[in-house]
């Protein structure tokens, strides 16, 4: 009989994601990503959380349960190269995330975050965020801009205001007080204050006495912070609870160095699902629970760069990435599908684009009622095909001029519906009118200059819930020989034959890590677009 193999509990990449972190019910493992191989593990206990320190010896390693040892609640830092414990501190209520870089370590519970000097492990700042039951956060890996950004707790609006207006001039209730114009962070313990179980247990009840003066205190040390907006459309749609409207996809962005908030980003109408702050620390993107809209924000200013559309239908957003250029955007969600959109100074949003995206997420409903059931999870759609032949997407092609080499299509992934999206993505907006005329359904929306520029789908048969996250490399060569299903369409390896032209072309790795414990090595051609290739795939837990 073969040995059961090990549950996975946890798997992620570091902050540069060249490395992977596994946790298991039988110990972690981490490996390196090129070229794979594992090179540490430890195989007793049951962990929940294995975060590392970008490729350094530094883990941050959380219990599971299963045993008193591996409590959920205790935070152990380690040095693997030493195989020594650093320190271990116990808190109040269960880890459900931690994040570091080479100055602050951030240990995220349902109701709280606390703020650690990485250096020296002395707690710094603790806050209350409320109920974050997912412990959403994400850190920035550069120093020179240094932030925090996780949601911020549901704002109650009071309610003898129509539903139909902003939020612009209106009173927050915080607390006990209304603090015009303004969010106030909610209370903020003193850095000094012990993590001790049992202390910690009875700061709640305190608290519910103190709202009033602790609201007055924040205010004076200025820890109120700007608002970003994003467009009114979106407050306009803000949920309504009796004569109250419920705000809850706002972020809050908090700088690490000064320990203060910068500002809050009104950036979705629905529950923050995902997070993701850019590696120099300048672009936070963001994704609702509905999942079919990514925005991207200037973490400095709050001002909305990007908007994209994943798809129609909603989905589950598990994880996002920018690469390291800030080029491009890797989105993973629930129908196994990676989607990467394509970034740049002439993608970014104008005031007048950013008025007319508006109105996108609002029409959702009405245009998924009309479109065909058959969606394949990936943004694609089941068209009517007896409307619209090749020839007809030909002619359509002839309207703007097609770019010289043309998005590389998986012959696994060749349907009509994909075929007629990857044409409408070299149309332009004049191109999507006339199609609304053959198509029907609203092709404004759908045929979207800002849907993804390439995409891929897991080699996965099961039907469970499969999570997946992903990382985009630094870009490498590859040999056109080792790969000639990749060029064939454009006749690329005869051409450079023929001219005696090196056959080697730059490609972006994009990797994949899913928790049914498995690597997926793909490559995406970042003039084309279009499908990514499968280079290779590697099981974690048999490595």
Do not use: W
Not at 351 to 374: F, L, P, Q, T, Y
Not at 445 to 457: C, G, N, T, V, Y
Request: with cysteine; net charge negative.
């Amino acid at each position: 009989m073969s040995k059961q193999l090990p549950t996975i509990n946890f798997i992620n990449f570091n902050q540069t994601g060249t490395c992977i972190s596994v946790a298991t019910s039988r110990g972690f493992k981490i490996f390196n990503c090129d070229p794979f191989g594992k090179f540490y593990s430890e195989e007793n206990g049951s962990y929940s959380i294995v975060e590392m320190l970008f490729s350094t010896s530094l883990l941050a390693l959380v219990g599971s349960g299963d045993q008193p040892a591996f409590s959920p609640r205790r935070l152990q830092i380690i040095n693997t190269k030493k195989h020594s414990m650093i320190c271990e501190v116990t808190f109040p209520t269960s880890i459900l995330s931690v994040k570091m870089n080479k100055s602050r370590l951030a240990v995220v519970l349902q109701e709280r975050i606390y703020i650690y000097d990485i250096s020296n492990m002395r707690l710094l700042h603790t806050l209350e965020t409320h109920s974050n039951p997912e412990g959403l956060v994400t850190m920035s890996p550069c120093l020179e801009r240094n932030y925090l950004a996780y949601p911020l707790h549901p704002q109650i609006i009071d309610s003898e205001i129509k539903t139909n207006a902003t939020t612009n001039n209106i009173a927050i209730a915080t607390g006990g007080r209304n603090v015009q114009g303004n969010y106030v962070l909610p209370n903020a313990k003193n850095p000094d204050d012990a993590v001790d179980d049992e202390d910690d247990n009875d700061d709640d009840d305190n608290n519910n006495n103190n709202n009033n003066n602790n609201t007055k205190d924040q205010i004076r040390q200025g820890q109120s912070v700007r608002r970003s907006s994003t467009n009114e459309e979106d407050m306009n749609e803000q949920r309504v609870h009796g004569n109250n409207i419920s705000k809850n996809g706002d972020i809050i962005i908090f700088n690490l160095t000064t320990l203060q908030p910068l500002m809050v980003i009104e950036a979705h109408q629905g529950d923050i699902a995902a997070l993701q702050i850019s590696s120099d620390g300048t672009l936070l993107a963001t994704a609702s629970e509905k999942g079919t809209i990514i925005r991207v924000f200037n973490v400095e200013t709050g001002v909305k760069l990007y908007q994209f559309r994943r798809g129609t239908y909603p989905t589950t957003i598990y994880s996002m990435c920018f690469d390291e250029n800030n080029d491009f955007l890797a989105v993973t969600c629930s129908s196994k599908t990676v989607h990467v959109f394509k970034l740049g100074a002439k993608n970014i949003l104008t005031s007048d684009k950013n008025e007319e995206d508006s109105n996108i997420e609002v029409e959702e409903d009405e245009i998924r009622n009309e479109v065909a059931e058959n969606d394949d999870g990936d943004g694609t759609l089941g068209l009517d095909e007896d409307r619209v032949s090749l020839e007809t997407l030909e002619d359509l092609n002839q309207i703007e001029p097609s770019r010289s080499k043309e998005p590389f299509v998986d012959a696994s992934r060749k349907t009509m519906g994909r075929m007629i999206r990857n044409s409408s993505q070299k149309l332009s907006r004049r191109a999507a009118k006339t199609l609304g005329q053959i198509f029907p359904i609203k092709m404004t929306s759908i045929l979207e200059p800002s849907r993804h520029f390439a995409s891929l789908k897991l080699p996965i048969e099961s039907s469970s819930n499969i999570k997946s996250i992903t990382s985009i490399g630094s870009p490498i060569d590859i040999d056109l020989l080792d790969y000639p299903e990749l060029f064939d369409q454009d006749n690329d390896i005869t051409e450079r034959k023929t001219s005696q032209t090196q056959l080697k072309v730059k490609m972006i790795p994009i990797r994949v890590i899913s928790s049914e414990g498995s690597l997926y090595n793909y490559v995406l051609d970042p003039e084309r677009g279009g499908d990514c290739l499968l280079l290779s795939q590697y099981s974690l837990l048999l490595a």
